[in-house]
């Protein structure tokens, strides 16, 4: 024999080879379950482009979020909902998203920004959504106003039709024709022999019902991440969030919250049930306040009557809760010390849903409520005592109180350095690798988009480090912090809830380095299940 390649196959074929060779005898499951990529999934997960199918390339940017979809270009979320209620595909084009863009990412058939990294507002949330998205295409110059965007000579027109590839990171003028996935039993038996050799767990990062069930049907284990702030923006939630945000005495926030609470709690009720009695962790607010008042002048006079307030008082709030550096400011667990009442509402909306659920007849709830950018024990102290006040509290009311666990995510280097303190007080700890990446590097998450290509193509990084773990450096207050945590609780529950727990590399090493479980959006949980099992297999051969 000279010479022997791997031979190219695409993913189907790769689990068809897979799965009969092993019913033919000629490998072990073992060597099956390592002999597909755990990325390829994705072409059987999301329609892809038809290799054979001419194209017209116009931009390029980062592949957030996998898929290639087709549609009519619309510069505005609103565009996108009108033409997706005609039965028209969109592609919503945006130089970046934000959280009220939700109702239009939710009408694309994929989505397009000119700005953002890999864990922007676009990737995290398309990517939640299984929606196609290409992120941070700099090169593109979106005017929204007249309706057109323009990529070196190409001007596209609202209205004209584009492709996008969002695996690739592609925009194509026109076009192009895509095959659509298809899943078939050697699918889910290959899956199954996966869960019988991993010991790392699976679970989802979910804000919705829907999410959820998505999840579950790709072999979800729980939910490791629910975003509680994604349940603010829906257009009857806003309204009060708004009020409570320009609230100017606690009785005023309170009465505010008060609106909000039964909202929440039948969010949360529909998702417990969803879950069945697996656990679910719940992450009380985490965005900083001023993302949820209005951004456009010729918004203020709407927003500020639906409120109850003029456009003046609104524009100064929002003048006020203006931060230069948002990402590192007011927000997270900050937010819960200013305004205990919001954590304490929230904690209320989870146990009275979790208490309703068992009451209806529902399996018990594996709660775990979940404080987010905690950076010391005493900030974790204050309010695990307020939510313990408000478990008291409904325990007198209602004669009983569900059981819960308290942790944190460790997003910040300081956390991790004192994980051994902060293990005293939190249960469990999430590693929120998206902000540790960010607050590690001190690379903006929302900014990396402009430079990172360039890091990559001039051999600085070999890889986007939002998207697959830097192990060397996060990886490493990682350990300390599993370490330490541990040495105080030797049971302390550990995750990962970043977009790193879906990425093959960063799911093999949380499996060396001792986690219990990684978190990632629904559509990469089966990619996580096949990572998980290669990871297990890699490590029982390096241990030999
Ligand atoms: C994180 O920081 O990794 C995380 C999961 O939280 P978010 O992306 O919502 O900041
Ligand atoms: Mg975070």
């Given amino acids: 024999?000279?010479?022997?390649?791997?031979?190219?196959?695409?993913?189907?074929?790769?689990?068809?080879?897979?799965?009969?060779?092993?019913?033919?005898?000629?490998?072990?499951?073992?060597?099956?379950?390592?002999?597909?990529?755990?990325?390829?999934?994705?072409?059987?997960?999301?329609?892809?482009?038809?290799?054979?199918?001419?194209?017209?390339?116009?931009?390029?940017?980062?592949?957030?979020?996998?898929?290639?979809?087709?549609?009519?270009?619309?510069?505005?979320?609103?565009?996108?909902?009108?033409?997706?209620?005609?039965?028209?595909?969109?592609?919503?084009?945006?130089?970046?998203?934000?959280?009220?863009?939700?109702?239009?990412?939710?009408?694309?058939?994929?989505?397009?920004?000119?700005?953002?990294?890999?864990?922007?507002?676009a990737a995290v949330v398309a990517r939640g959504m299984g929606r196609p998205c290409v992120s941070g295409a700099g090169m593109l110059k979106i005017d929204a106003v007249r309706g057109e965007m323009v990529a070196g000579n190409v001007t596209i027109n609202r209205g004209d039709i584009i492709t996008i590839d969002g695996a690739a990171g592609l925009v194509f003028k026109g076009k192009v024709g895509l095959r659509q996935p298809e899943m078939t039993g050697d699918f889910g038996t290959l899956m199954g022999w996966a869960d019988e050799v991993r010991t790392l767990k699976v679970r989802t990062n979910a804000d919705t019902p829907g999410d959820a069930a998505t999840a579950r049907k790709f072999g979800a284990e729980g939910i490791g991440l629910c975003r509680t702030e994604h349940m603010f923006f829906e257009a009857d939630r806003i309204i009060a969030v708004r009020q409570m945000i320009l609230a100017d005495a606690e009785d005023q926030r309170r009465a505010a919250l008060a609106k909000l609470l039964p909202m929440q709690r039948s969010d949360f009720e529909a998702i417990f049930k969803e879950m069945a009695g697996l656990p679910v962790t719940i992450r009380l607010l985490d965005p900083p306040l001023h993302e949820f008042l209005p951004h456009k002048e010729e918004e203020f006079e709407d927003v500020a009557a639906a409120a109850g307030t003029n456009a003046r008082k609104l524009r100064a709030r929002a003048i006020a809760l203006h931060e230069s550096n948002p990402m590192l400011g007011h927000r997270g667990c900050r937010l819960g010390i200013t305004y205990p009442e919001i954590y304490e509402m929230q904690a209320r909306a989870i146990l009275e849903a979790a208490l309703t659920v068992e009451e209806q007849g529902g399996a018990p709830v594996q709660l775990e409520i979940m404080i987010p950018l905690v950076a010391f024990k005493s900030e974790l102290e204050?309010?695990?005592?307020?939510?313990?006040?408000?478990?008291?509290?409904?325990?007198r009311e209602r004669g009983k109180v569900p059981d819960y666990l308290i942790g944190t995510m460790i997003e910040l280097p300081r956390a991790a350095l004192k994980a051994g303190e902060i293990a005293q007080v939190a249960q469990f700890f999430s590693f929120g690798t998206n902000d540790l990446t960010q607050t590690t590097l001190g690379i903006s998450r929302d900014d990396a988009g402009m430079f990172l290509n360039d890091y990559l193509a001039k051999g600085v990084i070999a890889r986007d480090p939002f998207v697959s773990l830097d192990t060397d450096g996060v990886g490493e207050l990682i350990s300390i912090a599993a370490e330490r945590g541990r040495k105080t609780r030797a049971k302390l529950k550990l995750g990962i809830c970043g977009e790193h727990g879906g990425d093959p590399d960063s799911i093999r090493f949380c499996h060396d380095s001792g986690l219990d479980y990684v978190s990632c959006s629904p559509f990469r949980v089966p990619i996580a299940r096949l990572a998980a099992a290669q990871a297990a297999l890699q490590k029982s051969r390096s241990d030999v």
């Fill in 382 to 395: 204050i309010l695990a005592a307020r939510i313990a006040g408000v478990a008291a509290a409904i325990s």
């Fill in 1 to 121: 024999m000279l010479q022997t390649r791997a031979g190219k196959r695409t993913a189907e074929a790769a689990l068809k080879v897979a799965v009969d060779m092993e019913r033919e005898g000629l490998i072990d499951k073992k060597i099956a379950i390592t002999r597909v990529e755990p990325e390829a999934l994705n072409q059987l997960l999301h329609p892809t482009l038809d290799p054979d199918a001419p194209r017209e390339q116009i931009a390029i940017g980062l592949g957030a979020s996998p898929g290639a979809a087709t549609g009519e270009v619309a510069f505005t979320a609103e565009e996108a909902e009108k033409l997706a209620a005609d039965h028209r595909d969109v592609i919503l084009v945006r130089t970046e998203t934000s959280p009220e863009d939700i109702h239009g990412m939710h009408a694309a058939r994929g989505i397009l920004t000119a700005r953002g990294g890999m864990t922007s507002h």
